[in-house]
T-cell receptor, first 114, second 111 residues
């Protein structure tokens, strides 16, 4: 099993460009999450999807949109990238019986916006 | 907002020594989780301890939870250079199953 797969691994954008970060999990998990990790800030939740067909805002949703394409895939879109969105983005998922279950993380997308 | 705050922010030890990291949290928790992150990689789950548990073990890892003090500790015994990583605690509280992460402890184990 691959677990949680994120693409791309690295990306450099210019201010104002748009792009979509892809995430897919092969563990049949119901809920999926997008975090950003900045130096000294830990992980901050951007958006999450408790189940297929639902999405909700997290702590820092401004400037982002998400799509839960199906049970496996959860994408994060930057419509007009800003330098403040330079960060490492992680996707995660949780299995059935979400309470008291750990999160499974992908290896991240390192995004630089010039 | 962060449910967990790790202490110390950085820890440097020699191989074979024990490493202890602490986590304090603000509100009552359902569970507290510890994760490891190697450089350039995603977080990997280590141990989950529920609010009604006081201690859990996994190999060289020992986690304790003191709900009266709103704190947890992660002990790594007989550390190895491969334990070099950042360690995060994350708590879930109330009706939410989504963990809130602290800023992490950076552990360096010198060979």
């Amino acid at each position: 099993n691959a677990g949680v797969t994120q693409t791309p691994k690295f990306q450099v954008l210019k201010t104002g460009q748009s792009m979509t970060l892809q995430c897919a999990q092969d563990m049949n998990h119901n809920s999926m999450y997008w975090y950003r990790q900045d130096p000294g800030m830990g992980l901050r939740l951007i958006y999450y999807s408790a189940s297929e067909g639902t999405t909700d805002k997290g702590e820092v949703p401004n400037g982002y949109n998400v799509s839960r394409l199906n049970k496996r895939e959860f994408s994060l879109r930057l419509e007009s990238a800003a330098p403040s969105q330079t960060s490492v983005y992680f996707c995660a998922s949780i299995g059935m019986g979400q309470r008291n279950q750990p999160q499974h993380f992908g290896d991240g997308t390192r995004l630089s916006i010039l | 907002s962060q449910q967990g705050e790790e202490d110390p922010q950085a820890l440097s030890i020699q191989e074979g020594e024990n490493a202890t990291m602490n986590c304090s949290y603000k509100t009552s928790i359902n569970n507290l989780q510890w994760y490891r992150q190697n450089s350039g990689r995603g977080l990997v789950h280590l141990i989950l301890i529920r609010s009604n548990e006081r201690e859990k073990h996994s190999g060289r890892l020992r986690v304790t939870l003191d709900t009266s003090k709103k704190s947890s500790s992660l002990l790594i015994t007989a550390s190895r250079a491969a334990d070099t990583a950042s360690y995060f605690c994350a708590g879930t509280s109330g009706g939410s199953y989504i963990p809130t992460f602290g800023r992490g402890t950076s552990l360096i184990v010198h060979p």
